[in-house]
């Protein structure tokens, strides 16, 4: 793995900072009152039953698909197809029939530890739905999928442009983790980067723990593309493969005056060395030194007397 570190010098230095919001969705155990074993069921190609198991506080249905409404200033019922109504708000769900390749032994109830059978023929084509569980102005998505297809790899950039409910599998660097006990991050090829919202294992359930990602590993998954507001996700993904860093990085981004300065590069190195290219004239290492297990590395920047910016690239590795 390589890892680079921008450099900033300029007379006038102006750093725009990017701020990404981790969007925040009814999924999972996030719902209170609403606890669900699984989010993923399959249902083999010979056609049979898979069972969705939760626990519930409130009377709840079932629905393939659903919509919502609310009342506005006026007082009138607005109908929408979106699960997001302005704070506050009473949303009332109304839902349509379950897809017809598909049967459930309920599709309502009441309070309490409930498990819905979910049944479906013989089929040679691959099938996914997303089924949605409601409870009040709550709704935990359910994926049902049958004689799941095999997966090309594809690149985020292919991703971003796919149809949402499509299933990718991508390969790429962890860049950020936003929450660890779902197993939301953030995954980036160098074609571009998506949202992994959701990391479950083998059962469905969520067990972040379980796969050691860190930012800086290289990681193979697998799920079905949504789109949330701006943001490309990957929804409670299957993770295939993870490839440990051997460098991580605490910053990768320096902003700098135009005066001579110094700079502390922060590595964890796991492996027993480490090697670096440095092919700008202004940049140089003076020193290396591991302070407490973490690899200290002390850059000199060199005075930057034009009255334009520069830019310089080191790359550890």
């Not at 919202?197 to 972040?208: H, I, L, P, Q």
């Not at 990602?213 to 943001?231: F, L, M, N, R, S």
């Not at 005056?257 to 502390?264: H, L, P, V, W």
């Amino acid at each position: 793995m390589k890892a680079k570190y921008f450099i900033l010098s300029a007379v006038v230095a102006i750093a725009s900072l990017l701020i990404g919001c981790t969007p925040e969705k009814i999924t999972g155990n996030d719902i209170s009152g609403l606890s669900v074993e699984a989010s993923y069921l399959q249902i083999p190609p010979a056609g049979g039953s898979a069972t969705l198991k939760f626990t519930i506080s409130d009377e709840w249905k079932i629905f393939e698909e659903a919509s919502y409404t609310w009342k506005n200033a006026e007082n009138k019922s607005v109908k929408v197809d979106t699960l997001i109504a302005p704070t506050g708000v009473e949303i009332k769900p109304h839902g349509v029939k379950i897809k017809s390749w598909l049967t459930a032994d309920k599709t309502s109830g009441g309070e309490g530890e409930h498990t819905v059978t979910i049944t479906a023929p013989k089929s040679d084509n691959y099938k996914s739905v997303v089924l949605h569980l409601v409870c009040g102005d709550k709704t935990q998505f359910i994926t049902v999928s049958q004689n799941e297809p095999v997966i090309s790899q594809a690149t985020c950039a292919e991703v971003i442009a796919g149809p949402d409910g499509k299933v990718f599998m991508v390969k790429g660097i962890c860049t950020g983790i936003a929450n660890t006990t779902y197993g939301n991050w953030y995954l980036n090829d160098g074609t571009g980067e998506i949202y992994i919202y959701g990391t479950v294992d083998a059962t469905g359930a969520y067990n972040w723990a379980s796969f050691n990602i860190a930012v800086g590993d290289e990681v193979t998954v697998q799920g079905p593309k949504t789109t949330y507001g701006t943001v490309i996700e990957l929804v409670d993904v299957s993770v295939l493969k993870v490839k440990k860093a051997l460098l991580a990085l605490e910053q990768d981004v320096f902003n700098v005056g135009s005066a001579a300065s110094t700079i502390t590069i922060n590595a964890t190195v796991k492996g027993q060395s480490f090697n670096y290219e440095n092919e700008v004239p202004w940049l140089s290492i003076a020193s290396v030194k591991d302070v407490d297990g973490v690899t200290a590395i002390t850059v000199n920047v060199a005075e930057n007397a034009a009255p334009t910016a520069r830019t310089g690239v080191l790359e550890f590795s």
